[in-house]
Each structure stands twice: as C-alpha cells, then as structure tokens.
C-alpha cells in the first residue's frame, strides 16, 4: 500500500470514527431526554415506556 492511499485510508476511518461517536452520542442524549422527558411530564406513562 503505497503511502498516499494509506494516508487517505487514515483521514477516512478518522472521519468514521469521529461520526460514529458524535452519533451515538447524540443517540445517548436523545435518549436521556426522552427519558426525563417521560419521566417528569407523563408519570403514569414513566412506568410504562421504558
């Protein structure tokens, strides 16, 4: 593998890697606030979905 295409090979899983996290960390948030979200205005239904 010749260095240009493993350069280009790094910059590309550096950029899936960084996309991937940004993700599920989104992923994350959404959920805790969906959670708190239902926790807090709709306790009859906090029970329920989970």
Do not use: D, Q, Y
Not at 11 to 22: N, P, T
């Amino acid at each position: 593998m010749s260095i240009e295409r493993s350069k280009a090979f790094a910059e590309v899983a550096k950029v899936l890697w960084f996309v991937e996290s940004r993700t599920t960390a989104n992923l994350r948030a959404a959920r805790r606030r969906l959670r708190h979200f239902t926790t807090t205005l709709m306790p009859p239904l906090g029970g329920v979905a989970r």
